[in-house]
T-cell receptor, first 116, second 116 residues
Framework: GAVVSQHPSRVICKSGTSVKIECRSL??????MFWYRQFPKQSLMLMAT?????????EQGVEKDKFLINHASLTLSTLTVTSAHPEDSSFYICSAPGLLGKNIQYFGAGTRLSVL | AQKITQTQPGMFVQEKEAVTLDCTYD???????LFWYKQPSSGEMIFLIYQGSYDEQNATEGRYSLNFQKARKSANLVISASQLGDSAMYFCAMRESYSSASKIIFGSGTRLSIRP
């Protein structure tokens, strides 16, 4: 079964609205969660690293005021795309490191965002 | 800065044949981890195999093996006896340092198509 639950799986919204994507770690605590964006036929690009109880670390070129990340608990991280525009349409995936000593990175199922 | 290079955008292989997907990386760190993920059309990221930089033996997981050549900075994925279900995108990825909280960077991917 999935160890990282990501919702929604698909969202269609109008330009100018905000969209929130949730990622929950199931049965384990995730002090760190990574957010990636993937455009069609391209690779996963890391957007930011969220850390429970502190500010997220954004990659160069990612607007932190547009992509708001909150990691309020050890099992929940959220990404909010504010004032979404068509160019924000993409596949967003969250990921959390596995348990200490394990080298697996767990991924959510992804959210396909379409901005009209 | 770390970098992952996958030079094969696409590959076609006959069913039951073995296939090698190339991956080279660049890092100045001594401690790092290398991953291979499979991404079918559904978008989910499926972990295949992991190799730590200090691991002396090549990693193997069922039909998957990682040909790790540290001096050449290459980490090729070998799939033996390919199956139709192996058709997907394959991403090589690297985590700089052994800490599970370190970010993972992905290569551009290889689209593998298995012919019946």
């Amino acid at each position: 079964g999935a160890v990282v639950s990501q919702h929604p799986s698909r969202v269609i919204c109008k330009s100018g609205t905000s969209v929130k994507i949730e990622c929950r770690s199931l049965d384990f605590q995730a002090t760190t969660m990574f957010w990636y964006r993937q455009f069609p036929k391209q690779s996963l690009m890391l957007m930011a690293t969220s850390n429970e109880g502190s500010k997220a670390t954004y990659e160069q070129g990612v607007e932190k005021d547009k992509f708001l990340i909150n990691h309020a608990s050890l099992t929940l991280s959220t990404l909010t795309v504010t004032s979404a525009h068509p160019e924000d349409s993409s596949f967003y995936i969250c990921s959390a490191p596995g348990l200490l000593g394990k080298n697996i990175q767990y991924f959510g199922a992804g959210t396909r965002l379409s901005v009209l | 800065a770390q970098k992952i290079t996958q030079t094969q955008p696409g590959m076609f292989v006959q069913e039951k044949e073995a296939v090698t997907l190339d991956c080279t990386y660049d890092t100045s760190d001594q401690s790092y981890g290398l991953f291979w993920y499979k991404q079918p059309s559904s978008g989910e990221m499926i972990f295949l195999i992991y190799q730590g930089s200090y691991d002396e033996q090549n990693a193997t997981e069922g039909r998957y093996s990682l040909n790790f050549q540290k001096a050449r900075k290459s980490a090729n994925l070998v799939i033996s006896a390919s199956q139709l279900g192996d058709s997907a995108m394959y991403f090589c990825a690297m985590r700089e340092s052994y800490s599970s909280a370190s970010k993972i960077i992905f290569g551009s991917g290889t689209r593998l198509s298995i012919r019946p």
